[in-house]
């Protein structure tokens, strides 16, 4: 079965950074377009960063562009978000989900990332 | 910027049929804008209920259906059961990187 598994969050302070790993398998990965969603407490939901199956094309939210770096490496299955300049709004719990005709399909259970002094 | 509207709340009684709406602020939802929908009950990640505006994921209950209906899209459900009690996202997508969640709609059955 499909699963997704994060890691990797925490607690930064402002202007700090995160990576964020997402451990994939039970599908071919390698064939799968990948995103990251991301949830403040109490909040709705919020679409940050998209990536083709193959990594040459990405794709951000204006809230990140030029702060996150999504990547990921097809021969360890494994998805990455490195979060720089980070800011009390990037809060969040962060959820990878696979792609799906442009929505998601399977979502893994998220990693919290806090930005707090 | 656009925004996308759901209903901040609904309530429908067991075994009762409801519809929730999902708008744009930008003008009609069409099928250009590929809506989808998610469930996420309480301490939950979201779990994908329809995509592509119409289509069924594999687990998802026959009683939800997806459609566009005056200008947005439309999730019906269709004989409610309480384990349906959760919050629901609509997702618009207008670009390949402007993807935007509505606010959300709790569906209270009662």
């Known amino acids: 079965q499909v699963q997704l598994v994060e890691s990797g969050g925490g607690v930064v302070q402002p202007g700090g950074s995160l990576r964020l790993s997402c451990g994939a398998s039970g599908f071919t990965f390698n064939t799968k377009n990948m995103h990251w969603v991301r949830q403040a407490p109490g909040a709705g939901l919020e679409w940050v960063a998209f990536?083709?199956?193959?990594?040459?094309?990405?794709y951000y939210a204006d809230s990140v562009r030029g702060r996150f770096t999504l990547s990921r490496d097809n021969s360890k299955n494994t998805l990455y978000l490195q979060m720089s300049s980070l800011r009390r709004e990037d809060t969040a719990l962060y959820f990878c989900?696979?792609?799906?005709?442009?929505?998601?399909?399977?979502w893994g259970q998220g990693t919290l990332v806090t930005v707090s002094a | 910027q656009a925004v996308v509207t759901q209903e901040p709340s609904v309530t429908v009684s067991p075994g009762g049929t409801v519809t929730l709406t999902c708008g744009s602020t930008?003008?009609?939802?069409?099928?250009?804008?590929?809506a989808s929908w998610y469930q996420q009950k309480a301490g939950q990640a979201p779990r994908a209920v329809i995509y592509?505006?119409?289509n069924k994921h594999p687990w998802t209950p026959a009683r939800f259906s997806g459609s566009l209906f005056g200008g947005k899209s439309v999730l019906t459900l269709s004989g409610a059961q309480p384990e349906d009690e959760a919050d629901y996202f609509c997702l618009l997508s207008y670009d390949t990187s402007w993807r935007i969640f509505g606010g959300g709609t709790k569906l209270t059955v009662l």
């Open positions: 990536i083709k199956y193959d990594a040459k094309k990405t």
């Open positions: 592509d505006t119409t």
């Open positions: 930008t003008g009609d939802v069409t099928r250009g804008h590929f």
């Open positions: 989900a696979t792609d799906k005709d442009w929505g998601f399909d399977y």
